[in-house]
Every structure is written in C-alpha cells, then in structure tokens.
C-alpha cells in the first residue's frame, strides 16, 4: 500500500506531502486544478517515461519520493533479493528528473536503473483510466489471474513441476542423440584406427628399448671385436685369471712366515679373481648376445619407425599409442552403449510427456470452468455501471504442442464486445477511457481478493455517467476500499462522498506564480465541495443538504 508521496517542483507543484491509509481516497477539484499531475508524478516514481516537461519552472530538477508498506510476502521483495537489494516491508522509491532531461532512481536509498523501478511498479500499483494502464490490460498476465481467481496454484504448479520434468528428460535425450550421431561420424576412423593399433600391439617403453636396441646393432661389428680383444686379454695364455691364480699360490706358500702381513694381499687377490671370473662370463654372455643377423638392424628399425610414425599421425608420444588405443575402444563401446541410452530416453520422455498432458488437460478443464464463473460474476457487475450491452468473455484456447509450456497447454485471453452482434476484442483495444475503466472496476471488483497489488488507482472512471450509474460506481469502489487501497479520481460527488478520505486539489496564486496543492477535507469542508461538485459555482442549501445524504450514505 501506498503511504506516503513527496513532491518537489513537478509542474505547478512546489512542495507537498501527502499521506495514504487504506481504503477508498477520493480526489477532487475543479478541472484543471492539476488533478493529473499526482498521477504524473506517481507513475514518474515507479518508472514512468521521465520528460524535462515536467520540472516546474524555474527549478534544477524534479523529485518524487513514494513510501510503500509491504506485506512479508510481497512479490517486490523478491525482485529486490534478486537483485541484491535491501528487502523491507518498508520501500521507498525515489526519482529526479534534471531541467535537461537526465532522470536517476534510487531504491530504499540505492541507485538503480528505472527498468528495475517499472518492474517493481508493476507490482505496487495499477493505474486504470485513461492514462497509462497495465496489469489486467496485459494478456500475459490473464492465464496467472484465471489461475488465481479459480484457485488452481497447486494443480498449476503440478504442471508446471511435470513440464520441466519432461523437458530434462527431453534435454538428455537430445544431448545424447547428438553424441551419438558425432560418435557415429567418426565410427569408422575408430574402427580403423584401433583395428592398426591392435596390428601395431604397441607398449609402454617400447621405444626407448627399441632406440637402445638400434643404437647397439648400428655398432655392434666394432662392439663384438672390442670384446673379443678384451675376451683374449682376460683369457689368453697369460690371462688375468691365470696370473691371479698363479699369484695367490706362491703367496699363500711363505704366508706363515710373513707374520700374516701377507693375509689382506692374498684375500684381496681372491676377491679379484672371483671378480675377473664374473667379468670374462659376463663378457662371453654379452658378445654371444650380439644378434649378427643382417637383418635384425632392418627388422626393429622398421618397428620403431612404424611405431613413431602412428604417434605423429594421432598427435601423442609413442608411449602414449597404448593408452589411445584403449581409448578409442572405449569410444566404440559408448556407441553401443548409447543406442541402448537412447531408448531408454525416448520411453522416459514419452512417460513424462504423458504425464505432463494429464496434469494440463485436467487443469485446462478447471480454467474452462473458472472461466464461465469468471464471465458470469462480471456480467452481474457490467449491468449498474451502465454496461449492459457490452459482455465480457474469457477465452480458453487449446495450444499447439510446440507453444506447451510451463504455465499448461492453454492461452486464456480476457475479451469483450461493446455491442450487441460485435465480434468480441481484446481488452485493452476498448476506445474510451472511461469506458475501459468501469471494466477494469467490474473486474477488480470479482478479482478482489487474488491480486497482490495493493493500490488501485482509477483516473475519472466517472467519465460520461452519473446519478444512480454514478452511485453504483461509487459503491463498487468503496467495497474494492475494504481489502485494498484505492485512488479514484473523480468529478462525481456520489463517488466522492463514498470516500474515506478526501483529497481536494486546487490552485493557489502568489504574485505571478500559480502553484498546485492538496488539502484533506473534512466535516464542512468536505460537505461544501460535494455540494460544490453537485451544484457548480453557486453553492445552494439544496446541494448541501443532498452532499449530507451522500455522505451519510457512505458505508
């Protein structure tokens, strides 16, 4: 709800504060006392289009502050969280508009762009007449009030848990399906591929045996001489196993006599002989071990070059080949595998999707039916406010199966037709102002308790009626009061006087300059301008005697 608007220097207003407590409040005064410019200045703190028209002449800027009390689970708070904004169930928006145009908006204190003001004004106000309107005259939001006035939140949100259900699945079944249609675009390389790997039979550290190998055969005619000569050195005739065997008997003969002086030399004799016996065996193993074969050079070059050049051809080192291999058998056992995925998928999404249609074609019917309720308690509010040739529809209409949505398998559109035998027309193509806003008070009167809004404001729904249409409208409009706020502006006194509260807006000059103000009237004050609203300039005894009625009559 609306508690409080300050005005600085918008049009002919200088300085005002005003303050708002729930209920009907009526604003009065004569034509052109700027009547109008509370609603420009309203619509320009919740977004409005921002123009250096507005600022009052002589002045910087323009500024307009509005205070609202919020519930605690009002739908602004969200879009403050959302927006990483401190969330109270005190908000205060304020806007400024510059002499050049440049316009700023702040929330509780915090700069923000005016897109985020209109998307909380949505949510704080609907404005109905003949100026700017949006919430019921927006056709995305007929399906939400249907839904609302016919209590249908859990079966919509059924629906909507069972659509995004079915969309997972139908997302997984795609995402596979386009994995699978890339694996097999490149089955056929992977067949091959792993079919020369498995040829190939490559291992890790291969090649570094292999290099190793090659390096020995591209030598081993001078190796095999170097180890023959060492061979005839360490075995000949005066070999060093003979010489060192030869050694240790004449020492270990006159041993006894050197006083064991000679034990370290004969045992480190021995040690060597034992070492020189390993070396000549070691020696005879690794010459044998040479293959001399003249095509044993040709045999692993020709295996380390085939294996290099599959490296090169996939891009890893050779002792990557292996695990590649490995690799890309796995990627043909996913293609396989995957078809199996696929139609598992396929039945989980024609599961889901069935269950989606159930949940929106029972939820269709109660919109169906909702909505001949909804039709009928409107046509019972169109007939007193002088409406009763126009009829008002709510159509329910079946979706193709790609437009299905979260929301159901329905577009539901809130119509009518201003005369009898007129096609009926979408709601917010109704030519006069004053016209659409007794349907919008004929609505909202039926719709009372589903909306979250809390301040209605309608401009001069009294347009072109009065005596007992007048009256009705008055009375809708006090009844609207009981649950919500409402801001009429009015030239009707039979509205007015429905009023628990009373603006008047009136000029007042000082010197050359005209300025816009408001008074909250009451007792006599209050009589005097109903009985001024009744009887034009001259104000008789009659008239105010009839404004005492009118207001007695108040509920």
Known sequence: MLASLTIRDVVLIERLSLSFRRGLVALTGETGAGKSILLDALGLALGARAESGLVRHGADQAAVTAEFELSGDHPALAILKEQGLDAEERLVVRRTVSADGRSRAWVNDQAVGVGLLRKLGEELVEVHGQFDTHGLLNPQTHRGVLDAYAGLAAQAAQ??????????????????????????????????????????????????????????????????????????????????????????????????????????????????????????????????????DPRALEKLEERLFALRAAARKHGVDVDALAALREDMAGRLLLIEDQGDLLTRLAKEAAVARAAYHAAAETLSAARREAAGRLDAAVAVELTPLKLDKAKFRTLVESLDEPEWGASGIDRVAFQVATNPGAPPGALNKIASGGELARFMLALKVVLAQTSTIGTLVFDEVDTGIGGAVAAAVGERLETLGHGLQVLVVTHSPQVAARGAVHLKVQKSQKGEQVTTGVAELDGDERREEIARMLSGATVTAEARAAADSLIAGRG
């Open 159 to 292: 629906v909507a848990a069972s659509h995004r259900a079915w969309r997972q699945v139908e997302d997984a079944r795609h995402s596979a399906a386009a994995e699978i249609a890339r694996a097999r675009s490149e089955e056929e390389y992977l067949r091959h591929a792993v079919a020369e790997l498995d040829a190939l039979s490559p291992k890790p550290g291969e090649e570094e045996e292999l290099a190793e190998t090659r390096a020995v055969l591209m030598h081993r005619e001078k190796l095999v001489d170097g180890m023959n000569a060492a061979y005839a050195e360490l075995s000949g005739e005066r070999g060093v196993e003979r010489s060192l065997s030869s050694a240790i008997r004449t020492l270990s003969r006159i041993a006894d006599k050197a006083g064991g002086t000679l034990d370290p030399v004969i045992a480190a004799l021995d040690r060597a002989a034992t070492e020189a016996g390993e070396a000549i065996a070691a020696l005879q193993s690794a010459s044998s071990g040479v293959d001399m």
